[in-house]
């Protein structure tokens, strides 16, 4: 995800049963675009941090995808 200068890359892998996060047409966010959706059973994730808010997960967190900006560009390690 990239907010301006700042970017967040997480494992596609919810803690909660290893499910892909993305729904069938491979949207991550909810509607409003403020949190990480898994389709799966519907726990949510800061963008910031990764950490699940709610849902069968609330508490744990998406594992860490290094990535960063390089020239304007997102790139991953
Ligand atoms: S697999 Fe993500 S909430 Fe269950």
Redesign the pocket.
């Known amino acids: 995800m990239r907010r301006g200068d700042q970017v967040f890359g997480y494992v596609d892998i919810?803690p909660?049963?290893?499910?892909p996060?993305a729904n069938p047409v491979g949207r991550f966010l909810t509607r409003e675009g403020d949190l990480i959706l898994?389709a799966?059973?519907?726990?949510l994730f800061r963008i910031d941090d990764g950490v699940a808010t709610s849902?069968?997960?609330a508490g744990q967190r998406l594992e860490r995808w290094d990535v960063g900006l390089v020239d304007g560009q997102v790139v991953t390690a």
Not at 16 to 19: D, E, K, Q, T, Y
């Open positions: 919810c909660h049963a290893g499910s996060l898994c799966a059973h519907g726990a849902g069968p997960c």
